[in-house]
């Protein structure tokens, strides 16, 4: 099993993670952070890096109900999505939250997470 879904998209950095916001509100996720590795590696550790971004995606009701079922789920949130500029074009890939659940023993958050997989799923496809 693969632990992320991914896509390659047409256009630059910006154009790219701005549809991919907007593909993550379409499927009901905001984005609660934005990390520019490139930049932060520049600044903590002067290293060289490609466009990398992860931006945090959250669904607050979907959230809401993992953190019920499971506490400490929190470790694993937000959702991840990166957005990184490769040799040949722009990739945007999300976590696959299926395949990151797995080390937790209950049913009920595994039922959860395959809707969430599903959602971001589906905004992913709306970029490709």
Same mark, same amino acid.
């Given at each position: 099993m693969t632990y +992320?879904?991914?896509?390659?998209?047409?256009?630059? $950095?910006? /154009?790219a993670i701005a549809r991919t916001e907007e593909a993550l509100q379409a499927e009901g996720f905001g984005v609660i952070t934005r990390i520019d590795i490139a930049e932060t590696l520049k600044k903590k550790i002067g290293a060289d890096f490609? &466009? +990398?971004?992860?931006?945090?995606?959250?669904? &607050?009701?979907?959230?809401?109900?993992?953190?019920?079922? !499971?506490?400490?789920?929190?470790? $694993?949130?937000?959702?991840n999505v990166i957005v990184q500029?490769?040799?040949?074009?722009? !990739?945007?890939?999300?976590? /696959? &939250?299926?395949?990151? $659940?797995?080390?937790?023993?209950n049913p009920d958050l595994h039922k959860a997470a395959e809707e969430v997989r599903g959602m971001l799923a589906a905004a992913i496809a709306r970029l490709g």
């Open positions: +992320y879904i991914a896509t390659r998209v047409d256009g630059g $950095m910006a /154009d490609r &466009p +990398y971004v992860i931006l945090g995606a959250c669904n &607050p009701n979907l959230a809401h109900q993992a953190l019920l079922l !499971e506490d400490k789920v929190g470790t $694993m949130l937000p959702c500029q490769l040799d040949d074009g722009v !990739e945007v890939a999300a976590i /696959d &939250p299926v395949a990151s $659940m797995q080390a937790i023993d």
